[in-house]
């Protein structure tokens, strides 16, 4: 079913590697939640240019800071060099000192541009983008700085990755040790209390089955708790499948050595596989990769199957 959002709410539907950008055109200011990766930047700006045409982006509101959803931030204030971006308040410090450690990007392998932030968002404010007013809810989970943004009059809900259709984000914390299941545990009773009509997630289409895919993400959580190990092994794939989706294709001695240098790699490895050689685990993660049919083999290089 194809869900009615109002006419100033325009979704980009994007990918894995790119998260979903969603522009919000008020009569006062065009916002743009998310930016996607840095590699798609161009396009980005193309999807942008395209739906507001003369109108300049005014401000660039981040679910949270992962690469996915800000690597377009520094090309697009480029273009526009007189919008604002807002980020979760918890992170404003490290985005004005760019701290790559602290961003995740160092952890993950991951490329992002650096950006200047112009504020902050704390659950419980109200913004307003696209002539909507807009309350910012804590998301933490998948990510422990994460705001999802509820639209109370249309019942519409800007989950990142806190909640997709199928499913949510790799629980990032609980590769560090730091724990996260209980936040995402926490979050989805949030959206549950919100009874959002329309989701509009980070990733993959926008969906009105809400009970449904809250059904399915507690199902998740709760396979995941239960076997813990296994949702490090899926972390590993994700991670994996991200660096070849940037990267198109690479050569397989890169790859395996790109994973074994990824500090996520090195350190799932030790908490969650202990007894198995990291150069092991990661190869047999690649395996995997490509007999689940997500990457192929040719000769030295392995590609990305999308
Ligand atoms: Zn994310």
Redesign the pocket.
Known sequence: MVAALPAQITVFERGWLSSNNVLLTGSHEAVLVDSGYCTHGAQTVALVEDALQRRPLDRIVNT?L?S??CGGNAQLKQRYPALSISVPYTQLADVQAWREDVLTYQATGQQCPPFQAHDGLRPGDMVEMGDLTWLVVGGAG??PDEVLFFEKTNGILIS??ALWQHGY?VVFPELDGAGGFADVAATLDVIESLAPKIVIP?HGPVFVDVEEALARARRRLHQQRSDPQSHAWHALKVLLKFKLLEQGRMERSSLLKWALCMPHGRGLSQRYFASEPSAALVTRALESLIRSGAARRSGAWIEDVS
């Open positions: 949270h992962h996915d959803h998948h990510d990142a990755d984000g980070g």
